[in-house]
């Protein structure tokens, strides 16, 4: 016996979007590709948000349990993912100038990495002192502790928090004044108003 049944098809499975997606795609696309727009321009952002929109027709099924906010978070997300993936593969193959800047003398430049290197050789050195004599200086210069309060704290006496602040000062000079320089050397360079 022959079964004449026709069975019946979904709309999606002739190229066409169920009723729900139709809706919801109607609904917000417009919404979506404002946003998207604002975010990577108008040409991006119609590729970004057509992508987006064919990535959850193809999970709309998986997806009926979301509500029409959190499926306009999944749209979003997915082209925002989109202009990120564009612009990291854009950057990748873009040509490189033919005069490539070599990097040439930047005095600004100079100072900040002078900087970096001068707060590396501070933390060094007192990274190297002995222990009470560390915990001194971070209670002393750090947290702005007074004398008494620093000998409470770590139980020794106020003349032994002073001799230990009067070393790491001592050790410290060469530091200040190499910070000073840097600081004078960069307030020259900045354009007086």
Known sequence: MIDNRRRSVAPHEVGLAPPDFTEFYVASAARV???????????????AV???FARILERWAS???????QRRA???TTAKNYVRRHALVSARFEPLAEDADAGGDDPAL????????LERAVRALIDGQPVRRRQVALLY???DDSYAEIASYLDITESTVRSHVAEVRRLLQPYVRR???LTEASDADRPHA
């Open 141 to 143: 210069f750090l947290h």
């Open 179 to 181: 910070y000073q320089s």
């Open 74 to 76: 999944y749209v979003l």
């Open 33 to 47: 590709l404002h946003a998207m727009t604002a975010f990577a321009g108008a040409d991006l952002a119609r590729e």
């Open 110 to 117: 100079d100072r900040v990495t002078d900087r970096l290197s």
């Open 50 to 52: 057509a992508e987006s």
């Open 63 to 69: 997806l009926q349990h979301l509500d029409d906010a």
